[in-house]
Nanobody, 122 residues
Framework: QVQLVESGGGLVQAGGSLRLSCVAS????????RAWFRQAPGKEREFVAA??????NYADAVKGRFTISRDNAKSTLYLQMNSLKPEDTAVYYC?????????????????WGQGTQVTVSS
């Protein structure tokens, strides 16, 4: 069983930056594919970014502003968020999966964290 714990959320003004972290424990999580999703109030959860050993994948809404990265030695996933907009306000979830993938479909991700709130004020 893999456990995922997110941190780094908070309140920031539009144009600001935040870095989210997600620590994984259990199983062989260091080799797993990893991803970030988000869910805004009243909306469906949506894909943000994913990373495996070689490739990354980003949602169009965050391309050029967000960067996903990983530190396998620390089993930690990061999301650097720059030029934040009010529409980025959401609960951000970390996900992991043993398959070698970078899918934007949440149905293909097995393990989920509890989420961290990001609020961007205008």
């Amino acid at each position: 069983q893999v456990q995922l714990v997110e941190s780094g959320g908070g309140l920031v003004q539009a144009g600001g930056s935040l870095r989210l972290s997600c620590v994984a424990s259990g199983g062989t999580s260091r080799s797993y594919a990893r991803a970030w999703f988000r869910q805004a109030p009243g909306k469906e959860r949506e894909f943000v970014a994913a990373i495996n050993w070689r490739f990354t994948n980003y949602a169009d809404a965050v391309k050029g502003r967000f960067t996903i990265s990983r530190d396998n030695a620390k089993s930690t996933l990061y999301l650097q968020m720059n030029s934040l907009k009010p529409e980025d306000t959401a609960v951000y979830y970390c996900a992991a999966d043993p398959r070698d993938q970078i899918s934007g479909s949440q149905d293909l991700w097995t393990y989920w964290g509890q989420g961290t709130q990001v609020t961007v004020s205008s």
